[in-house]
């Protein structure tokens, strides 16, 4: 967390210690970043922690922290489990407006445990479920009444993400294998309950409110009311992509769209083969490199730049068994590799890992067509292992090929994490011409773009890059697609002159125009 106005997150950055840990936070309160609105107390609630009065943050029993002050609350992590924190001050308006973050208590030294001496896990997801007004959050940006009985929020969130935004953040979008154990925290920190539904697994709920059940209790759909938390441990037994998503009507939605809101997906492969060791030879504005033993022609060679040595990130990842995938709407690469996911964004130092920010030696880049990384990313972020050889000035690369998943039988159309758009040397082009043919990419559930005018006898291309399934069909029937599975293509000829009014029969809201003209 940076102490610096406007830097805050939404939700705030989750708490981490470990079960018996004697715990401090300093909260300072450096006031807001806009001027002319008033200066507010705040306070932090250990929601779920059995703190005294004085820790409480309370401003009924306990002084509540002006702006330029500071307190340190100070408690022992009595019991592991899922707790959350947020400001107990004028409650209602400031949790609404973002000031609460999770606090997880994990069993002793870390261990993957539910609880000291409790089930074990593979993996855990934190996922804190709120809601937003709107209204409300204008209301308190201008400084203006509203009337806090007419609560009607338009969005619903898991982690600050709506879907299908959930799909492509790493805390957000569930991935294992077939064999794992994974467990999942959830922390209703909103005002709304919400029913939360697993498909393809039933899972155990193995603890209520930072407390071990009595007994585990075996469901599929789990009720959360506000303020409430559950621990979920579901064993994966069968690969594929099945949703995890609220019940409640519109919780599925991004102001009135459908879908949105409270929904993710559950990805889960089939085990894999164990992993071996590449060996790549590179040098500065070389064409070539040498893999194995084997030499390869590089479409975009290394270069040096200012002092920076820059290689192709696509390249590297298929010698190392990753995926690269260009995440347009973000302008960022992921790069996915066994349980590690990197995002970096395209002319910024920073790069999220694992969900956690890191800063870079130098910016991402895209030269002559090719997604550039620096040198020192490699090595510090890869896993690999770096050699100069100062006589030929050749580098050679060493790291663990990530284990080969099976060819996939196509059944559910998904074959990459999250709604992103990937070509193999580039970031992908913007909607426009193939071949001189109009191009309408299918992605985030809208066609884009969604006017597109046209010469008679002229083709036009749809290409789905969403992750699900969709259809192209006119509401006068002059043509109609099939199911276009991630990365399925559909052309259509305009033989006569009008308007045409198309739509994706499995989500109806998606519609959008083709004007043909002489």
């Known amino acids: 967390m940076k102490n610096e106005k406007g830097s805050a997150s939404y939700p705030a950055p989750t708490l981490s210690v470990n079960e018996g840990d004697r715990v401090e936070v300093k909260l300072t309160n450096i006031g807001a970043k806009k001027t002319g609105i008033k200066r507010l107390a705040h306070t932090i609630h250990w929601h779920g922690m059995d703190t005294n009065q004085q820790n409480d943050g309370v401003p009924h029993t306990s002084p509540a922290i002006q702006v330029g002050e500071s307190f340190i609350y100070r408690f022992t992590a009595d019991h592991a489990g899922t707790y959350f924190y947020h400001c107990h001050v004028d409650t209602v308006e400031h949790l609404q407006m973002g000031m609460h973050g999770a606090l997880i208590v994990s069993a002793k030294d870390g261990a993957k445990q539910a609880w000291t001496g409790g089930p074990s896990f593979d993996k855990e997801y934190v996922f804190q479920l709120n809601e937003i007004d709107p209204v409300w959050h204008k209301a308190v940006e201008q400084g203006t009444a ?159 730049m200012n002092g920076t040595t820059y290689v192709p990130l696509r390249f590297l990842g298929d010698q190392l068994g990753a995926e690269v995938k260009w995440n347009q709407s973000q302008q960022s690469v992921i790069y996915l590799k066994g349980n590690i996911s990197i995002e970096l964004w395209l002319h910024k130092k920073q790069a999220k890992v694992d969900g956690r920010l890191i800063t870079l030696s130098a910016p991402l880049k895209t030269i002559k067509g090719a997604i550039m990384v620096p040198l020192r990313f490699v090595s510090e972020q890869l896993g690999a292992k770096l050699e100069l050889n100062k006589k030929s000035g050749e580098i050679i690369v060493s790291a663990d090929v990530a284990p080969s998943m099976p060819e996939s039988d196509g059944s559910n159309g998904h074959t990459g994490h999250g709604s992103t758009d990937s070509t193999d040397n580039k970031p992908p082009e913007t909607s426009g011409t193939v071949g001189g043919a109009p191009v309408v990419e299918i992605k985030n559930n809208a066609f884009s773009p969604q006017k597109l005018t046209i010469k008679k006898g002229q083709s036009v291309k749809w290409v789905n890059k969403d992750t699900q399934i969709h259809t192209v069909i006119d509401l006068g029937e002059s043509f109609t697609s099939n199911n276009l599975l991630m990365n399925g293509e559909y052309v259509h000829t305009f033989g006569s002159t009008g308007t045409y009014t198309y739509y994706c029969s499995t989500h109806p809201s998606m519609q959008a125009e083709i004007i043909v003209t002489d």
């Open 146 to 304: 509203y009337d806090r009985t007419a609560f009607h929020p338009r969005y619903w969130t898991i982690n600050g993400k709506a879907f299908p935004d959930t799909e492509t953040d790493p805390t957000t979008m569930i991935e294992g294998l077939v064999g794992q154990t994974v467990l999942i925290r959830m922390i209703n920190s909103g005002y709304q309950p919400h029913s939360f539904h697993m498909h393809g697994y039933h899972f155990q709920v193995i603890a209520s409110d930072g407390r071990p059940l009595p007994q585990p209790l075996t469901k599929d759909t789990i009720l959360i009311g506000p303020g409430e938390r559950y621990d979920l441990m579901v064993k994966f037994d069968q690969d594929g992509m099945f949703p995890f998503h609220s019940h409640n009507i519109v919780d599925n939605t991004n102001n009135g769209v459908y879908p949105g809101g409270l929904h993710t997906m559950i990805e889960v492969g089939k085990q894999v083969k164990p992993s071996t060791t590449a060996s790549i030879i590179i040098k500065a504005g070389k064409k070539t490199a040498v893999v194995n033993g084997r030499t390869i022609t590089l479409q975009s060679p290394p270069i040096a």
